[in-house]
C-alpha cells in the first residue's frame, strides 16, 4: 500500500459526459501527479501540482483540468468525454517537487467511456 | 523532448535465472532514473531509482547500472522467482525552467516460469 487513496476505483460513464476523479496523496507528501496509462500510449504524464498551484504540464488534452485544493487533495476533471479517453488514470504524489523526488502511485481508476 | 526507449517489450525466464531489461534516454539533461514495477490491476510500484551522479545501486536480488556517457540504464533481477512476473517500466526525470518533466518507457512483460 503506496499510502495515495484514488476514488473511483472504475468509472463507465457516456461519450460527451463530464466525470471527477479524486486523489489524496500520502501523508506529508505536497506534489500530486496525474498520469493517463492506455494499450496504445503507455504511461503518459498529464499534469502535476505542489501546494496547490501548478508546476508542470504533460500530455493533458484541454478537455481535461485538474486542480489541489488546501487539504492537498487533488480533483482530475475529464469533459466531452471520447472513446479514446478510455484509460487508467493514476495519481501519484512526493514530499516536494524536485526531480530526484520519489513519487508513489495510487491504485488507479479505470475509466470506460462507451 | 526526451524520449526513452525500453527494451524488450517481453520477457520470459526460468526461475532462477537472470532477467536484464534495458533503457535508453535521449536528454542529457536527465538526472532521475526509476523503475517501477506494475502488477495486475495496481498501479505502478517503485522498486529501484538511481541519480545521475550513481554509476551502479543494488537493493537484494535487484540493481540499476546507469551510463550516462551512453545515455543508458539497466535493471538486473538475479534469482528470479515467480511473483517477479509484472510489467516494468523505467523513467527518466529531469527539472527543466523549473518544471519537472517525466517520460516513461513502453514496459517490459517479465515471465518467470517456475
Known amino acids: 500500500d503506496s499510502g495515495v487513496t484514488q476514488t473511483p476505483k472504475h468509472l463507465i460513464t457516456a461519450t460527451g459526459q463530464r466525470v471527477t476523479l479524486r486523489c489524496s496523496p500520502r501523508?506529508?507528501?505536497?506534489?500530486v501527479y496525474w498520469y493517463q496509462q492506455s494499450l496504445d500510449q503507455g504511461l503518459q504524464f498529464l499534469i502535476q501540482?505542489?501546494?496547490?498551484?501548478?508546476?508542470a504540464k504533460g500530455n493533458i488534452l484541454e478537455r481535461f483540468s485538474a486542480q489541489q485544493f488546501p487539504d492537498l487533495h487533488s480533483e482530475l476533471n475529464l469533459s466531452s468525454l471520447e472513446l479514446g479517453d478510455s484509460a487508467l488514470y493514476f495519481c501519484?504524489?512526493?514530499?516536494?517537487?524536485?526531480?530526484?523526488?520519489?513519487?508513489?502511485f495510487g491504485p488507479g481508476t479505470r475509466l470506460t467511456v462507451l | 523532448g526526451e524520449n526513452v526507449e525500453q527494451h524488450p517489450s517481453t520477457l520470459s525466464v526460468q526461475e532462477g535465472d537472470s532477467a536484464v531489461i534495458k533503457c535508453t534516454y535521449s536528454?542529457?539533461?536527465?538526472?532521475?532514473f526509476p523503475w517501477y514495477k506494475q502488477e495486475l490491476g495496481k498501479g505502478p510500484q517503485l522498486i529501484i531509482d538511481?541519480?545521475?551522479?550513481?554509476g551502479e545501486k543494488k537493493d537484494q536480488r535487484i540493481a540499476v547500472t546507469l551510463n550516462k556517457t551512453a545515455k543508458h540504464f539497466s535493471l538486473h533481477i538475479t534469482e528470479t522467482q515467480p511473483e517477479d512476473s509484472a510489467v516494468y517500466f523505467c523513467?527518466?526525470?529531469?527539472?527543466?525552467?523549473?518544471?519537472?518533466?517525466?517520460?516513461f518507457g513502453t514496459g517490459t512483460k517479465l515471465q518467470v516460469i517456475p
Open positions: 523513467a527518466a526525470r529531469l527539472n527543466s525552467g523549473g518544471y519537472q518533466k517525466v517520460t
Open positions: 501523508s506529508g507528501d505536497l506534489s
Open positions: 536528454d542529457s539533461a536527465s538526472n532521475y
Open positions: 538511481i541519480r545521475s551522479n550513481v
Open positions: 501540482y505542489y501546494n496547490g498551484e501548478e508546476r
Open positions: 501519484a504524489s512526493s514530499l516536494v517537487w524536485t526531480s530526484t523526488d520519489t513519487q508513489y
